[in-house]
């Protein structure tokens, strides 16, 4: 089976630029994370959906981020505009309810804002 | 709401060792799970072992296992036989009623050959 796939990898953009970051959650599964992850402050939930609806959104750092879920099968995370302190992993993560809450993750995307 | 502390922020085994990593939490639910995860430096988590709650019985993974203190709060991971390939970060982690994983702030193992 295929786990959670993101993308980009690897993204460096430019101070003041949209990033887009895209997740394609582990098929059959109900709920989507997106977390980020610092040297600073460690993993962070920022958001979370259960059946495509946004659950709790309170991690959210401001307004410059925004997410999505049009669909069971794709998720997104947009930073408008991009500031050098967004530089982090983003990670996407899976699981489907009913399983012992064990979430399953995509490989990351790092994300570079110079 | 739920917190995740491992105090320990490095630890370090000979190769073929066991080696004991720490994590306590918080939490006032009384159904929840344990989770501990291994990142290694391609920063991939992989889910290393699993625990419920209502389970009095510890989880075991092949060569991981844990120690779960529910009365104290304790949740810790047993590597035995360490292998170079064990050297990671790990987090301890806990999820409960509302499905989210909180995270301690992990421990950087190290196997020394």
């Known amino acids: 089976d295929a786990g959670v796939i993101q993308s980009p990898r690897h993204e460096v953009t430019e101070m003041g630029q949209e990033v887009t970051l895209r997740c394609k959650p582990i098929s059959g599964h109900d709920y989507l994370f997106w977390y980020r992850q610092t040297m600073m402050r460690g993993l962070e939930l920022l958001i979370y959906?259960?059946?495509?609806?946004?659950?709790?959104d309170s991690g959210m750092p401001e307004d410059r981020f925004s997410a999505k879920m049009p669909n069971a099968s794709f998720s997104t995370l947009k930073i408008q505009p991009s500031e050098p302190r967004d530089s982090a992993v983003y990670f996407c993560?899976?699981?489907?309810?009913?399983?012992?809450?064990?979430?399953?993750f995509g490989e990351g995307s790092w994300l570079t804002v110079v | 709401a739920q917190t995740v502390t491992q105090s320990q922020p490095e630890m370090s085994v000979q190769e073929a060792e066991t080696v004991t990593l720490s994590c306590t939490y918080d939490?006032?639910?009384?159904?929840?799970?344990l989770f501990w995860y291994k990142q290694p430096p391609s920063r991939q988590m992989i889910l290393v072992i699993r625990?419920?709650?209502?389970?009095?019985q510890n989880a075991t993974e092949n060569r991981f296992s844990v120690n779960f203190q529910k009365a104290a709060k304790s949740f810790s991971l047993k590597i035995s036989d360490s292998q170079l390939g064990d050297a990671a970060m790990y987090f301890c982690?806990?999820?409960?009623?509302?499905?989210?994983?909180?995270f301690g702030k992990g421990i950087t193992l190290s196997v020394r050959p």
């Open positions: 993560a899976s699981a489907r309810q009913g399983a012992g809450n064990t979430i399953y």
């Open positions: 939490t006032s639910e009384s159904d929840y799970y």
């Open positions: 982690a806990y999820s409960g009623a509302n499905s989210k994983l909180t």
């Open positions: 959906f259960n059946n495509n609806v946004p659950i709790d």
């Open positions: 625990q419920e709650a209502y389970k009095q």
